[in-house]
């Protein structure tokens, strides 16, 4: 059973200031990892998918890396916004049924 | 990518009643799934819904619990039924497209926020 962690469940940073959220798979038999993000009581949006075969994606100020092998993904949100302030999702795919396993989460507070 | 719409988008209901939650995509998909979140938690998969074929659900969850249809490619229903507080969550309709430039990226709707007293 793929189990899915992410650290910290919580952060609150100065605007400006660069954030960085860890990601960490047991499985590493994955096709592939998305992260997402989601606003207060409301649905997810797709921020960044990385492949099993790609190391890392950028878009933007936001940038995913993987380590397949070690099992982590890291987010980094560059030049934090208050409008940042958001819960970050990390979702990985099985490669052996496709099935998504989420993570618990962060909350991120960006404070102007 | 997907636009995907819920109806409605939040409810507050009695307990021992039921609702249907209505899911639209803007494109043709296979597969279709249903999430639920409570409150503080991670997403948990309810149904996978395939059009024509009955839904398979995840450990823990009944089809009399949560009955499901799926009548056309583009639309499927999620019915909380003999609804009780515990069933207080945002619930999640999603899909993903296994082809394209960007294969098994998952979208998700805006969730149905329900509420039961």
């Known amino acids: 059973k793929q189990e899915v962690t992410q650290i910290p469940a919580a952060l609150s940073v100065p605007e400006g200031e660069n954030l960085v959220l860890n990601c960490s798979f047991t499985?590493?038999?994955?096709?592939?990892l998305q992260w997402f993000r989601q606003d207060p009581g409301k649905g997810l949006t797709s921020l960044l998918l990385?492949?099993?075969?790609?190391r890392e994606q950028t878009s933007g100020r936001l940038n995913a890396s993987l380590d397949k092998s070690s099992g982590r993904s890291t987010l980094y949100i560059a030049a934090s916004q208050p409008g940042d302030s958001a819960t970050y999702l990390c979702a990985v795919r099985r490669s052996n049924d496709y099935k998504l396993s989420f993570g618990a989460g962060t909350t991120v507070t960006v404070r102007a | 990518s997907a636009v995907i719409s819920q109806k409605p988008s939040r409810d507050i209901c009695q307990r021992g009643t039921s609702l249907t939650i209505q899911c639209q995509v803007d494109s043709q998909v296979t597969m279709m799934f249903w999430y639920r979140q409570q409150p503080g938690q991670s997403l948990t998969l309810i149904a996978t819904?395939?059009?024509?074929?009955?839904?398979?659900?995840e450990s823990g969850f009944v089809i009399d619990k949560f009955p499901i249809s799926r009548p056309n490619l583009t639309f499927s229903t999620l019915t909380v039924s003999n609804m009780s507080p515990e069933d207080s969550s945002i619930y999640l309709c999603?899909?993903?497209?296994?082809?394209?430039?960007?294969?098994?990226?998952?979208?998700f709707g805006p969730g149905t926020r329900l509420t039961v007293t």
């Open positions: 990385i492949q099993s075969s790609q």
């Open positions: 999603s899909v993903d497209f296994a082809g394209g430039l960007k294969p098994y990226e998952q979208y």
């Open positions: 819904a395939n059009q024509g074929s009955e839904a398979t659900y």
């Open positions: 499985d590493s038999a994955i096709y592939n």
